[in-house]
């Protein structure tokens, strides 16, 4: 057979077949993936939220310091988480006081000695100070010592409490403001070691005599507490009566809503947002994640 013999059909059928392999079906081909729906993103922002009110409303709530009634434990810029399960719950623990929990859940008196935050009795602010006085016990202030039932708690001083300040800053009382060896400036403020009964010990702070340092005696009906702030001349507390942005009375154990458990943030203030790394020098770094 010469070169230009034509080939038969079946042939040339062969050769295609071994030349061309067989491609298959564009309906076999894979399906693209179909984006994520507007509807399950949605979803997920809804599930995303409730979970965050759960934790906020039953487990942990965050609460910055606003005030040096704490002192010398807390100190303004202080951030904090706070259990909420310890006491029970109410309304008071959901976000905007929602009504959806009827009177009081698992209720729990708290610890003499524990940091509570509970609501002001007439105005619904947030408070935060600690437990002195229980149901059923008088107290009495003498001389800027707290009494129980007639007896004294313990009571000694330590050494004085330094918080420094800028040179523009101000210290509750004038003639606390100190200069530094260093020429920077500090309150150095009286200091005591308090020991309440049942163990607690916690360190408070006393300018010296003043009228809240004397109070008649007071017996604590039940449901309710004596609180005090750590900061004894700079504390409106149950020393004084219940009034809006002042004192708060004998708070009823319904308005508590949470116990302070540590800190995770500090900042002294001087932090600047256009100036990032004021962000660190501003930040109080050995009061990170320290217990209450």
């Given at each position: 057979m010469t070169e230009n013999t034509p080939k038969s059909p079946s042939a040339n059928q062969h050769i295609r077949e071994l030349d061309a392999p067989a491609v298959e079906p564009a309906a076999a081909a894979k399906p693209a993936a179909e984006p994520e729906s507007a509807a399950s993103f949605a979803w997920f922002c809804v599930k995303l939220i409730l979970i965050v009110l759960i934790f906020r409303s039953f487990v942990f709530t965050s609460f910055n310091i606003p005030s040096e009634s704490m002192m010398p434990r807390l100190l303004v810029g202080d951030y904090l988480f706070a259990a909420k399960w310890p006491y029970g719950f109410s309304s008071r623990s959901l976000p905007f006081d929602a009504p959806l929990i009827p009177g009081r859940i698992f209720a729990d008196t708290p610890d003499r000695g524990d940091v509570v935050i509970f609501e002001h009795p007439l105005d619904g602010t947030d408070y935060i100070k600690r437990v002195i006085g229980l149901p059923g016990e008088t107290v009495q202030v003498v001389n800027g010592v707290v009494h129980i039932n007639g007896t004294s708690v313990g009571f000694e001083q330590v050494e004085d409490f330094v918080l420094p300040i800028a040179a523009d800053g101000r210290c509750a009382r004038v003639r606390f403001t100190?200069?530094?060896?260093?020429?920077?400036?500090?309150?150095?403020?009286?200091?005591?070691?308090?020991?309440?009964?049942?163990?607690?010990?916690?360190?408070?702070?006393?300018?010296?005599?003043?009228?809240?340092?004397?109070?008649?005696?007071?017996?604590?009906?039940?449901?309710?507490?004596?609180?005090?702030?750590?900061?004894?001349?700079?504390?409106?507390?149950?020393?004084?009566?219940?009034?809006?942005?002042?004192?708060?009375?004998?708070?009823?154990?319904?308005n508590v809503v949470a116990r302070a458990s540590f800190m995770y943030f500090s900042t002294d203030g001087s932090a600047e947002w256009i100036k990032p790394w004021t962000w660190f020098t501003a930040a109080r770094w050995s009061r990170f994640f320290r217990g209450i």
């Amino acid at each position: 057979m010469t070169e230009n013999t034509p080939k038969s059909p079946s042939a040339n059928q062969h050769i295609r077949e071994l030349d061309a392999p067989a491609v298959e079906p564009a309906a076999a081909a894979k399906p693209a993936a179909e984006p994520e729906s507007a509807a399950s993103f949605a979803w997920f922002c809804v599930k995303l939220i409730l979970i965050v009110l759960i934790f906020r409303s039953f487990v942990f709530t965050s609460f910055n310091i606003p005030s040096e009634s704490m002192m010398p434990r807390l100190l303004v810029g202080d951030y904090l988480f706070a259990a909420k399960w310890p006491y029970g719950f109410s309304s008071r623990s959901l976000p905007f006081d929602a009504p959806l929990i009827p009177g009081r859940i698992f209720a729990d008196t708290p610890d003499r000695g524990d940091v509570v935050i509970f609501e002001h009795p007439l105005d619904g602010t947030d408070y935060i100070k600690r437990v002195i006085g229980l149901p059923g016990e008088t107290v009495q202030v003498v001389n800027g010592v707290v009494h129980i039932n007639g007896t004294s708690v313990g009571f000694e001083q330590v050494e004085d409490f330094v918080l420094p300040i800028a040179a523009d800053g101000r210290c509750a009382r004038v003639r606390f403001t100190q200069v530094q060896p260093d020429g920077s400036y500090a309150c150095v403020y009286p200091q005591y070691r308090e020991s309440l009964p049942g163990g607690v010990v916690h360190n408070v702070l006393d300018f010296g005599l003043e009228a809240q340092d004397n109070t008649p005696p007071v017996v604590v009906p039940a449901g309710r507490l004596f609180l005090m702030g750590d900061n004894r001349d700079n504390s409106l507390d149950s020393r004084f009566p219940a009034e809006v942005g002042r004192g708060i009375g004998l708070v009823p154990e319904e308005n508590v809503v949470a116990r302070a458990s540590f800190m995770y943030f500090s900042t002294d203030g001087s932090a600047e947002w256009i100036k990032p790394w004021t962000w660190f020098t501003a930040a109080r770094w050995s009061r990170f994640f320290r217990g209450i």
